[in-house]
């Protein structure tokens, strides 16, 4: 076939790809966010009598945002929601627990299918969710959504498996970029929201031309305005310092943000099993817990009380507040930690929602706080009209940092604030935050690099792997971590937390018995011993094996870790390989036959 020809092919699939995924996303996006919004005003206004601020709001008409007279309302009304949406989440597709972005991640880096029902399940859940107080955003919702009928539009196109999987990631990124009338971002978002060091490449042009027609059918019905309104943003080049400081700041508190969600979530799920509870019943245990500690905050002062409001929903209404310098500094202080906790027992629990908006909500207040306390420190440099600067920039620097997504989420919020003259602070800040998160992700089904994900089976050279035998690339027994099948999942944690390796050979009497990797403990409870946890079926190479075998297993049995065993003693370990160590070593030899 001529080149030409094959261009053609090509371009036919990109626009196909795009038109499809991008007319499902706009529809699907509006219906959603019509939900959701028509949904949280019913509850909020007729039942709570709580007019509660909105995002894109003016001065005038974000100022009178009123409290709702009985507090002690939010108690039966979240937890009615949490219910609902358990039942049907547990009932009909329990894939649509938790927040959305991570399914659809999972679901590209496997088959790139998501069950029909899923995006339907996931956007009644939310809705329910979301609209009764549960702290989450509509960003993960909208990702699953989108992907999931993009997943099924594949499949009507009878798309090749690669294909189907460009759509699905290509539905991520145009419906997030459409309902939160950022395209370019989302776009970006679909490329960059996969792997924690990489970008899927092939997805962008198809995410620009699905974001552009998901944005087009959004504004028409919506507009076109930024999200947060046009807010006049002032700063200037000597507070450049001190936005690299916020990022400092902005990565400690996401570090903190994934440690609580995480941690809550697993306690969750431990206890519920430890117990044999009906699982249906986890979202409305986190919700009740949500329900006291608001009603608490609100009989302590009002500013908890404020606190304790902008910890649920979404929270882009306080964030606007924030914006426009409406909220105290008491406010801004513990609003970070107070959103964690909410976040955390909402989504961790298993309600159905997205970690997006409270990211950015916890960023924004950090942001806020950090340029209140300059401007009273140091108001000849950080003037008070310099501080929405400060909220704006935080949201960038958090979420950005966490989600190893930092391009995409700056540039997104930069659409949904509508000021791009934010871009050089926001890309010192975000940078910072980035490399201080490192590795850690609120997506924990991102892999670090293709060579990982099974879309990209067969993709890398295989015979500079074949060139390679695993005893170069392998950590040997003496550098590893050896566990005991005696030894007790609580010590695995710990070494985990501290090393960051995530698999571990199992040895007995010098004799490999088992392996462990980090999928296996967080499915279980600390009291289990490794014995019981570990995997005894053993797939391992010999020193002189080389790295495209290696590879091969691992894509083949969807496995990262390999043990690698005496030639005449299958039992005898000599060291260990994962995909990462595959990865350094055909980076080191590209690199060595380059020179």
Known sequence: MLPIMENASSFKKIMLIGITVGIISGVGALLFFWGLKYGTLFVMETFFEYYLPLEGQTISEISGWTPPPVIWLILPIICTGAFLSGLLVYRFAPEAEGHGTDAAIKAFHGEGRIRWRVPVIKAVASILTISTGGSAGREGPTAQISAGFGSIAADALHLSPKERRIALATGIGAGIGTIFKAPLGGAILAAEILYTRDV????????????????????????????????????????????????????????????????????????????????????????????????????????????????????????????????????????????????????????????????????????????????????????????????????????????????????????????????????????????????????????????????????????????????????????????????????????????????????????????????????????????EIMKKKLFTLNPESTLDIALSIMIEKEIHHLPVVDKADNTRLVGFITSTDIMKAYTQKMKELTK
Not at 285 to 291: D, H, P, S, V
Not at 387 to 406: E, K, R, T, W, Y
Not at 442 to 452: G, M, P, W
């Open 200 to 531: 899927e490449s092939e997805a962008i042009l198809p995410a620009f031309l699905a974001s552009i027609i998901g944005y087009s059918i959004f504004g028409y019905f919506e507009g076109y305005d930024a999200i947060f309104g046009t807010a006049k943003i002032i700063w200037n080049i000597h507070q450049i310092p001190l936005f690299i400081t916020l990022g400092i700041i902005c990565a400690f508190i996401g570090l903190l943000y994934i440690s609580c969600f995480y941690g809550t979530r697993k306690a969750f799920s431990d206890f519920f099993e430890k117990h044999n509870l009906p699982r249906y019943l986890k979202p409305v245990t986190g919700a009740f817990f949500i329900g006291i500690f608001v009603i608490t905050l609100s009989y302590i002062s009002p500013e908890t009380m404020i606190t304790g409001l902008a910890s649920l929903g979404t929270g882009y209404g306080f964030i606007q507040l924030a914006i426009y310098n409406l909220l105290p500094l008491s406010v801004l202080l513990f609003l970070p930690f107070t959103k964690i906790l909410t976040t955390s027992f909402t989504i961790g629990s298993g309600g159905s929602g997205g970690v997006f908006a409270p990211g950015l909500a916890i960023g924004g207040a950090t942001g806020g706080a950090f340029g209140m306390i300059l401007y009273y420190l140091i108001p000849e440099i950080v003037p008070l009209s310099s501080v929405p600067a400060f909220v704006i920039v935080g949201m960038i620097a958090l979420f950005g940092g966490i989600a190893n997504a930092p391009i995409a989420v700056m540039i997104m919020v930069i659409e949904m604030t509508g000021d791009f003259s934010l871009l050089v602070p926001a890309m010192g800040a975000v940078a910072v935050s980035n490399v201080l998160t490192g590795e850690n992700t609120i997506f924990r089904e991102q892999l670090k690099t293709k060579a990982q994900s099974s879309a990209h089976r067969g993709e890398y050279n295989s015979e500079i792997l074949e060139e390679i035998s695993a005893k170069s690339a392998m950590r040997t027994s003496a550098e590893l971590i050896l566990l005991s099948p005696d030894d007790y999942q609580s010590c695995i944690i710990e070494i985990i937390d501290e090393t960051r390796h995530t698999g571990f050979p199992v040895v007995k009497d010098g004799k490999l018995v088992g392996i462990v990797t980090h999928r296996d403990i967080f499915r279980d409870n600390d009291t289990l011993k490794v014995s």
